[in-house]
Structure formats: C-alpha cells, structure tokens
C-alpha cells in the first residue's frame, strides 16, 4: 500500500519569494509521483509528474519538483511565486500498474500576501 | 485532448430526491473511471472505480445502495446519489483514464452538490 504526507497544510509567503511545499511518500513498490493544483470550486490540474529518468521535474507555471528516492520525497518548489499561484496544491503517488488508483496527500493551502 | 467534462458543475436539490451527476471523456475513450468526493478545505477521498461493461469497485465505507455508478460506454459514467440528504453534500469529482501508458488520470472541474 502507499501512502503520502503533506506535512504543511498551510504556507503563507509574500510575492516574488520562493516557496517549497514538501511532500513525502511511502510504498513498498515502484510509484509514480504527481502534483496537482486546485483552484477554488474547480477541479484538479496536473502541475508535474515523475515517471522515470532525471530526478528534476519541471512543470507549468514555473513549478519544479524533485524526487529523492533515498528520503522518499518529492518536494515542489518555485523561485518566485505569483498571486495567482495562490491555491490548494496535492501530492499524490500511484503504482506502476494500469488504472491504479491515485493516493492524495491531504493538501497544502498556498496563500501568496502581496 | 484528453478533456474531462461534468455535468452539472452545480446542483441544489431537497433532501430525499435523486440526484445524477455524469461524466465524460471528451476526446478519448476511458477504459476507467474514478468518482471522488471532496469536502470542504479536505483532500480527495476516491468512492469508486468503474470500468466500462462491469460493475464499479467501491472503496470501503462507501455505501454501493446509495451511490449508484454506471459506465455503459467508454465515454461515460454516471453517479446517482439516492435519497440525498443534507450529509451528501459535498464536491465530487470524476476523473478518467485510458489505462495505456502509464496511468495518468484526467480530471473533471467537479460538480458541487447541495442538498436542502
């Protein structure tokens, strides 16, 4: 079974800093890693996704996340965040088998102050 | 591509109607489909897996009689709440995926449920 923590459920940060919203995960077996945002009364986005290869994800809107096996995490960052980045953000791991379910974490709630 | 779509994005209805909420893959054809329910400021807590021709998986807890899934095509599934109480409300999100690959799923942009 997996598992994901988001250990931040809220991250208050100014304009133009940077941010990282950590996440770690638990499995027995070989997992994909994602990051989704959510924005007020809508539905999931796809910010990233580790399948394989380099450890250094880049997604949209200028988002990034890096997979670290050896402490199994799979922290987001960004250098400097925007108002509109302000959302719900959610962690999730699923394993390698065709229609797996996805994992969530429990979110982290990114509030940008200008 | 691989658009999801819900309908309705919002619905308001008296405690012990039945309230039908559909889901569909725009673009592709979804081999699986999965209904979530949201609560406010909370995670997503998956409530069934459906695939297309078989009757859907339901995650423990999560009462089959009264949340009714369908998935007659490849492109559709539905999720009847039953006798909807004030309990039932919540936001519920479908999301689909073809199951080719790695297993990706695309969200829908969610339906909000209220029940009077």
């Known amino acids: 079974a997996q598992s994901v923590t988001q250990l931040d459920s809220q991250v208050p940060v100014f304009e133009e800093a940077p941010v990282e919203l950590r996440c770690n995960y638990s499995?027995?077996?070989?997992?994909?890693l994602f990051w989704y945002v959510q924005y007020p009364n809508q539905g999931l986005q796809l910010l990233l996704k580790?399948?394989?290869?380099?450890?250094l994800v880049k997604g949209i809107n200028g988002f990034e996340a890096e997979f670290n096996k050896s402490q199994t995490s799979f922290h987001l960052r960004k250098p400097s965040v925007h108002i509109s980045d302000t959302a719900e953000y959610f962690c999730?791991?699923?394993?390698?088998?065709?229609?797996?379910?996805?994992?969530f974490g429990s979110g982290t709630r990114l509030s940008i102050r200008p | 591509g691989a658009v999801v779509s819900q309908h309705p994005s919002r619905v308001i209805c008296k405690s012990g109607t039945s309230v039908k909420i559909e889901c569909r893959s725009l673009?592709?054809?979804?081999?699986?489909m999965f209904w979530y329910r949201q609560f406010p400021k909370q995670s997503l807590m998956l409530m069934a897996t459906?695939?297309?021709?078989?009757?859907?998986?339901?995650e423990q807890g999560v009462e089959k009689d009264k949340f009714l899934i369908n998935h007659a095509s490849l492109t559709l599934s539905t999720l009847t709440v039953t006798s909807a109480h004030p309990e039932d409300s919540s936001f519920y999100i479908c999301?689909?995926?073809?199951?080719?690959?790695?297993?990706?799923?695309?969200f829908g942009p969610g339906t909000r449920l209220t029940v009077l």
């Open positions: 999301s689909a995926t073809t199951g080719v690959h790695y297993n990706e799923q695309f």
């Open positions: 499995s027995s077996v070989s997992v994909y």
């Open positions: 580790y399948l394989s290869g380099s450890t």
């Open positions: 999730a791991v699923t394993q390698y088998s065709s229609a797996s379910k996805i994992i």
């Open positions: 673009d592709f054809q979804a081999t699986t």
């Open positions: 459906s695939n297309e021709g078989s009757k859907a998986t339901y």
